[in-house]
Structures are given as structure tokens and as C-alpha cells.
């Protein structure tokens, strides 16, 4: 099994960054994409963005290109998603995920979600 555990969401202006980091832990050597999903108030979740286990590819759904950041740190199973130039849509649940196979995700694997709150 693989769980993954968020943290570092809160409340920030628009135009401001924030850091949210996602810890994994398990059979880590299984994963093969951690993503990042949202979901806001009455909305769907909707996918923000993946990282290849490896770290050698990335994926971003076309609203945060150019804002957001995903990596992944190999020393210790961890993956942040840096976000720069929020807005208060970004406002939302973050919800760290761990996918196994083929493609982006998602996967069976989800954390408890962290909240990210952008004032106008």
C-alpha cells in the first residue's frame, strides 16, 4: 500500500505563493505519477497537476501553466506544488494523489486534502 500525506495549505492574497508538500510513504517504489487534484466549493474535483515518479516529466492543466510549479524530491518521497500569482480561484481542497500504471492518474491513492484559501 502506498499513503500520502499533505501539508503547508493556507491563506494567502492574490498574487501571492504558497507551497504545498506531499509526503509518501508505503510501497513508494510502485508509484509511477503523484498528482495534485482540486476541488473547490460545488465544483467537481478537477486535475491541477502530475509529476513522473522519476521526475523527468510533468503535466499542468492549461489554467495554471506558467504559475505553477510541480517536483518531486527523490532524498525523501516528497512532492511539492509551488504556486505563484494565486488567485482567488485557486481557492480550493488540494488533494495529494499516488497513481501505479500507465498514464497520469488518477490513482487508488488520495491523501486527507489540505485547503488553500486566495483572498481578493
Known amino acids: 500500500q502506498v499513503r500520502v500525506v499533505e501539508s503547508g495549505g493556507g491563506l494567502v492574497q492574490a498574487g501571492g505563493s504558497l507551497r504545498v508538500s506531499c509526503a509518501a510513504s508505503?510501497?513508494?517504489?510502485?508509484?509511477?505519477?503523484m498528482g495534485w487534484y482540486r476541488q473547490a466549493p460545488g465544483k467537481e474535483r478537477e486535475f491541477v497537476a502530475a509529476?513522473?515518479?522519476?521526475?523527468?516529466?510533468?503535466y499542468y492543466t492549461e489554467s495554471v501553466k506558467g504559475r505553477f510549479t510541480i517536483s518531486r524530491d527523490k532524498s525523501n518521497d516528497t512532492v511539492y506544488l509551488q504556486m505563484n500569482s494565486l488567485k482567488p480561484e485557486d481557492t480550493a481542497i488540494y488533494y495529494c494523489?499516488?497513481?501505479?500504471?500507465?498514464?497520469w492518474g488518477p490513482g487508488d491513492y488520495w491523501g486527507q486534502g489540505t485547503q488553500v484559501t486566495v483572498s481578493s
Open positions: 494523489n499516488a497513481h501505479r500504471g500507465t498514464g
Open positions: 508505503g510501497r513508494t517504489f510502485s508509484i509511477d505519477v
Open positions: 509529476v513522473a515518479w522519476s521526475g523527468r516529466s510533468t
